[in-house]
């Protein structure tokens, strides 16, 4: 059973940055994709990037596109969320999840996530 815990948010006035990380034990992290989910309240949850279990291919919602950056050190059996320019509407908990298939792309079409860490809270002030 894989464990994921997440950290790094909080609350940034907007325009700031904030880098999220997730820590996973219990699972050959660097077999499997990884992806960062966010749920603003009253809404569903939605995608925000997706990572390949090699870190080759990455996968960005529009939402997320040229602010945000998601990397991987299997190393560190950590994947990051760098994001930059924050505005009011990404407001929300953030939770990582990993593919429940080895060897995966990332892709939030193709990947099967599961396995969802706790959140953490970003807020953006306006």
């Known amino acids: 059973q894989v464990q994921l815990v997440e950290s790094g948010g909080g609350l940034v006035q907007a325009g700031g940055s904030l880098r999220l990380s997730c820590a996973a034990s219990?699972?050959?992290?660097?077999?499997?994709?990884m992806g960062w989910f966010r749920q603003a309240p009253g809404k569903e949850r939605e995608f925000v990037a997706g990572?390949?279990?090699?870190?080759?291919?990455?996968y960005y919602a529009d939402s997320a596109k040229g602010r945000f950056t998601i990397s991987r050190d299997n190393a560190k059996n950590t994947v990051s969320l760098q994001m930059n320019s924050l505005k009011p509407e990404d407001t929300a908990v953030y939770h990582c999840?990993?593919?429940?298939?080895?060897?995966?792309?990332?892709?939030?079409?193709?990947?099967?996530?599961?396995?969802w860490g706790q959140g953490t809270q970003v807020t953006v002030s306006s």
């Open positions: 990572i390949s279990w090699s870190g080759r291919s990455t």
């Open positions: 999840a990993i593919d429940l298939k080895a060897y995966g792309a990332g892709s939030p079409s193709t990947t099967d996530f599961g396995s």
């Open positions: 219990g699972r050959t992290f660097s077999s499997y994709a």
